[in-house]
């Protein structure tokens, strides 16, 4: 009889751990975010993210600069995947993937038969890279979010001593979860 009581129990427990574990978090997976240092530094840069899970999220990011003078990028459009590490859905320490299609301002060196000049020109170019940063979310979801990273541009490699190389991705970035 004891032996039946314990097997009873431990199955019950067993049971209760299981239905325990199978249970998923409701979150919200929206999220629409500012990068507040890029504001200040003269340029929009906006996201949109997706959260794909309590693990990872994809997302998409504009940056226009409307100060021209301390800028030398015209565009970005980035799009990412990050993989969270934290305790909480989707937050705390991030490692992402991105691709950055981006359109500079950039000088490149020209030789002509007399002479070798660097002359201004315009260069649209996609790179991939590689960035690390951390999520902090409250329970009303608002977000501040704070970021880094390196790319590198894959085309127009046909020009020696080219300024835009590697190409960084950096916010200080505050949002709403929805």
Do not use: C, H
Request: charged share 25%; net charge negative.
């Amino acid at each position: 009889m004891k032996k039946l009581i314990l097997v009873t129990l431990l199955f019950i427990s067993g049971v209760s751990f299981a239905q325990e574990s199978d249970q998923k978090v409701d979150f919200k997976k929206n999220e629409f975010k500012g990068n507040a240092l890029f504001l200040v530094l003269g340029s929009f840069d906006f996201s949109y993210e997706r959260i794909l899970n309590e693990e990872s999220g994809i997302g998409i990011s504009l940056n226009v600069p409307f100060d021209n003078d301390n800028w030398d990028i015209n565009y970005a459009l980035t799009g990412y995947y990050r993989y969270y590490f934290g305790k909480k859905p989707a937050s705390g320490f991030f490692g992402e993937a991105f691709g950055m299609l981006n359109n500079v301002d950039d000088y490149v060196y020209e030789e002509s038969d007399t002479n070798y000049t660097y002359k201004p020109k315009t260069i649209t170019d996609f790179a991939l890279g590689i960035g690390l940063g951390g999520k902090w979310v409250t329970k009303k979801g608002l977000l501040l979010e704070i970021n880094a990273g390196v790319g590198r541009n894959l085309f127009n490699n046909q020009y020696d001593d080219r300024d835009y190389e590697l190409i960084g991705r950096a916010g200080i970035t505050i949002g709403y979860r929805f």
